[in-house]
């Protein structure tokens, strides 16, 4: 541009502004990476976050700690458990109930699938995943009714057992139910909660009543 070739700036214009560029402090956690750590404390890591989602599951509470960090591990462990304890039982066919295993395993998922459809149809704000996760999570009670009915079964089985598995049941399906809600309630519509809680009740009533009625083969 020739007519700029004659514009002068004076040197006693000061020049505003920051021209040097912040640097922050280095965080170690920058440079973290889980490819380069060690396999032990990746197992280890990841079965700390496992026990303190059943801890909250244990005392459940409204809380977005089952939801930040989602993991379906432990749901996949709850349900092969209490699929290898149902697996065994008496069963209408002469099998040695070992389709029991596939049936268990398929009615949990698909019904937890199924009311997280129905959750995110009726405005949820949680992802599929995650809903996934508290499903899975909120069996644990569940399951340890089931290792309670097994050890009951021992001693026999008569109607005092039946009323002790009752009560067990009973009281474990009301906790996993409390459970889930407590967790997947401030992720619905005020307007539509109980079409969201309904569901969850068949889901872990379906559990419960296959527990209730499990006899050894």
């Not at 032990?40 to 939801?67: E, N």
């Not at 092969?80 to 268990?104: N, R």
């Not at 995650?130 to 089985?157: D, F, I």
């Not at 109607?159 to 009752?166: A, E, G, K, Q, Y």
Request: charged residues 15%.
């Amino acid at each position: 541009f020739p007519g700029l070739a004659d514009v002068s700036i004076s040197q006693d214009i000061p020049v505003e502004g920051e021209i040097t560029v912040p640097v922050g402090s280095h965080s170690p956690d920058e440079d973290f990476s889980t490819l380069d750590e060690p396999v032990k404390d990746t197992i280890m890591r990841d079965l700390k976050a496992v026990g303190k989602k059943f801890v909250h599951v244990m005392y459940p509470k409204k809380s977005s700690a089952l939801l930040r960090d989602w993991d379906l591990w432990g749901p996949l462990v709850l349900c092969v458990s209490l699929a290898l304890m149902l697996q065994g039982g008496s069963a209408d066919s002469k099998d040695d109930g070992g389709p029991q295993f596939a049936e268990v395993f398929v009615i949990i998922w698909f019904g937890a699938v199924v009311i997280t459809l129905n959750s995110k149809l009726l405005g949820g704000t949680i992802s599929f995943f995650q809903s996934l996760c508290v499903l899975g999570y909120c069996v644990m009670p569940l399951t340890v009714a089931m290792l309670v009915c097994r050890l009951v079964l021992l001693a026999g089985a008569g109607t005092v057992s039946f009323i002790i598995r009752l009560i067990v049941v009973g009281a474990m399906f009301g906790w996993s139910t409390l459970a889930s809600t407590a967790f997947l309630a401030d992720s619905q519509p005020p307007n539509r909660k109980a079409l969201v809680v309904y569901p969850i009740f068949l889901f872990y009533f379906v559990i419960s009543w296959m527990i209730l009625t499990f006899t050894p083969q």
